[in-house]
């Protein structure tokens, strides 16, 4: 028995050394139904494909799946090297040898054995510098407008990002997916420095701050899973006398983490500022598309929106968001000074549209130190939905989450149905740790149906506030520590909360 044992286990090493790829639906345990509408049995192997480099061998195993309607281009463990920007046909998923070990993208010790390798990008801080197209590059679709049934699984991808992008008139296929990749060095260059006519020099490169590591839009049905951004590392470099307006500045970084970690279906869907219109499907189609989950992800930032989302029912769940500390940001676009009133937009998750589920989810958020290293620039939110091109609130959900800023639903221009429960937030001070505030800063608008129950604070307490106020409801929170408020302008029934002081309405 031990003998047969043994030589079950040598042809299981053996295929596994072999690249045998496999043919199951590696998120399955999702529950997405769509997600079996993939070919993930009919595979190519990179190595059977014809070409001689790795970019020739890709392009004839995609047109082979297309030929047969789709399916997996297979990457057996090992490291492959890509020249320029990969693209992705109409229903071929990009898919790397299962993990072995840790499976758990929030783990350190998550490492995929299939690697690619993009260029690294090589300053040079005299004339016209190194040019950006040397480096930069990323993952795309083919056919923005039309490609479905597309992803990349399992692949640790370095100096490259993925955007999986839209066509014109928001003309995007369906069925998406980014699962179980770690992505190191992932930015882009800021196309808009140098500014020569500015003054600044050639050779002048900044982080593009819209241009984020996981980049994924579709009419409907997204999956963004088991990812994990880690700190980046040694591609970071550093510019002295680099010019802004108002001076110039030594030390200032191109700063690989400094970049959004995932844009999923993310617009702006309103009027800018306290404007209207607000956005609604009949105005904004685009912004309340369906399907779409973001989940066990891991983040590590130095600056910008960790998670960013757009759409009706958006599920984001159970993520790691890690801010580092202590960073120095003399500049947030690469042409300005900042001072204490800048902002990097420093925080965990950014919430647009109706419906969404934002639960499970650890965030740690810093502030960036302004360029005089004595004021933090003004960002820093933990869980935000603004009224910044954006919809109101409608029967949405913030509940088990964990984090050290605050949960922002500021200034909104309405809200009608709002559950915040069981979450632990622990602030500095300040603004209230749960903050609903329904009304702009020229008119107010309606509170209704808010819920906020069981939730522990710190540092700071609740806030809540619209006109009318009805069927709103605080009860059951605890605050730990000096300086609980509840802040009730919004008439909401209070009981058993224990720790805080009230102003407002009891």
């Not at 690249?19 to 192997?45: F, H, M, Q, S």
């Not at 998406?176 to 990749?181: N, S, T």
């Not at 700063?255 to 404007?275: E, F, L, Q, S, T």
Request: with cysteine; net charge neutral.
């Amino acid at each position: 028995m031990r003998k047969a044992c043994c030589a079950v286990l040598l042809l299981v090493c053996g295929l596994c050394a072999a690249g045998i790829a496999p043919t199951d639906n590696p998120v399955k345990r999702y529950g997405l139904n769509w997600t079996d509408e993939i070919a993930w049995d009919n595979v190519v192997r990179i190595e059977d494909a014809a070409g001689v480099t790795t970019a020739e061998k890709l392009a004839a195993a995609q047109a082979v799946l297309a030929a047969k309607g789709g399916g997996v281009v297979y990457f057996s463990a090992r490291t492959y090297t890509f020249e320029d920007s990969i693209f992705v046909a109409d229903g071929v998923v990009l898919r790397g040898a299962d993990p072995a070990g840790t499976v758990d993208a929030r783990q350190e010790a998550y490492a995929p054995a299939t690697r690619f390798e993009f260029p690294k990008y090589l300053p040079k801080f005299e004339g016209e510098g190194t040019p950006i197209a040397t480096a930069f590059k990323g993952i795309h679709l083919m056919q923005p407008e039309a490609a479905s049934n597309c992803g990349i699984v399992n692949i640790a991808i370095n100096r490259g990002h993925i955007a999986f992008e839209e066509a014109a008139e928001h003309a995007a296929g369906r069925n998406r997916i980014v699962y179980g990749c770690v992505l190191r060095n992932a930015a882009a260059a800021d196309t808009r420095v140098p500014d020569l006519k500015a003054g600044q020099h050639g050779w002048q490169r900044f982080t593009n701050r819209h241009r984020a590591a996981i980049t994924v839009k579709a009419a409907e049905n997204i999956l963004i899973a088991n990812n994990r951004l880690p700190r980046s590392g040694d591609d970071n470099f550093i510019m002295d006398n680099f010019v802004v307006q108002r001076g110039v500045l030594d030390g200032v970084v191109f700063d690989y983490d400094n970049r959004p970690g995932m844009y999923v279906n993310d617009y702006g869907i309103g009027g800018g500022g306290g404007a209207d219109p607000k956005g609604t499907p009949e105005t904004h189609p685009w912004g309340f598309r369906k399907g779409i989950v973001i989940r066990e992800n891991y983040l590590y930032m130095t600056g910008r929106c960790a998670i960013s989302f757009t759409g009706d029912g958006v599920v984001c769940a159970d993520n790691v968001v890690r801010f580092a500390d202590n960073v120095w940001r003399p500049t947030t676009t690469g042409t300005n000074r900042t001072t204490g009133s800048a902002t990097n937009d420093n925080r965990a998750v950014q919430m647009r549209g109706w419906r969404w589920s934002v639960t499970g989810n650890d965030f740690i958020v810093h502030r960036n130190w302004a360029a005089d290293r004595k004021y933090r620039i003004n960002d820093g939110e933990g869980l935000m939905h603004e009224g910044h091109v954006n919809s109101t609130i409608k029967d949405s959900r913030l509940a088990g989450n964990r984090g050290n800023a605050y949960l922002s639903l500021y200034k909104t221009a309405g809200v009608d149905g709002l559950v915040i429960e069981n979450n632990d937030i622990r602030t500095g001070g300040g603004i209230a740790a749960i903050y609903v505030n329904a009304n702009r800063n020229a008119d107010t608008h309606p509170c209704r149906n808010v819920r906020i129950v069981n939730n522990t604070t710190a540092g700071s307490g609740i806030l809540i506030a619209g006109e009318p106020g009805e069927k709103n409801v605080i009860q059951g929170n605890r605050h730990i520590g000096g300086g609980g408020t509840i802040v009730n302008e919004a008439a909401a029934e209070l009981a058993d909360n224990t720790g805080y002081m009230v102003k407002g309405k009891e």
